[in-house]
């Protein structure tokens, strides 16, 4: 009985300090390139929220003016103050400009 332990004991299987040194190497590398990836897909999201945001607040303001509550130029603060955007929907600053031009509102500085 105390044989068959003993053999048990003497066939236990493990890994080599050099597999785990190769797959830890392995996984740095898997990182090094992930992680530039992931950071240019952030970007990217962040770039797309702002470009949403700003169509959100030039539809906002052509909204408005069809409905004759603005006329001309306006501000993100005129939108949200005449109920086309709710602040919470905005990061954009309320100072924000928005012009009349040739019958499109535009931004003079949109969001990076």
Do not use: C, H
């Not at 509550?69 to 939108?79: K, R, W």
């Not at 919470?88 to 003079?108: A, H, K, M, Q, W």
Request: hydrophobic residues 45%.
């Amino acid at each position: 009985m105390f044989k068959k332990a003993l053999k048990k004991l003497n066939n236990a299987k493990g890994f080599t300090l050099v597999e785990l040194l190769a797959v830890i190497v392995i996984l740095g590398i898997i990182v090094a390139i992930a992680v530039p990836a992931i950071g240019g897909i952030i970007d990217n999201a962040r770039n797309d929220a702002n470009d949403a945001e700003d169509e959100m607040i030039l539809e906002a303001a052509r909204l408005a003016n069809a409905a004759g509550d603005i006329t001309g130029n306006t501000t993100v603060n005129d939108l949200i103050t005449e109920g086309y955007l709710v602040d919470e929907d905005v990061d954009r600053p309320g100072t924000d400009s928005i012009f009349l031009d040739n019958g499109e509102y535009t931004f003079t500085n949109p969001t990076q």
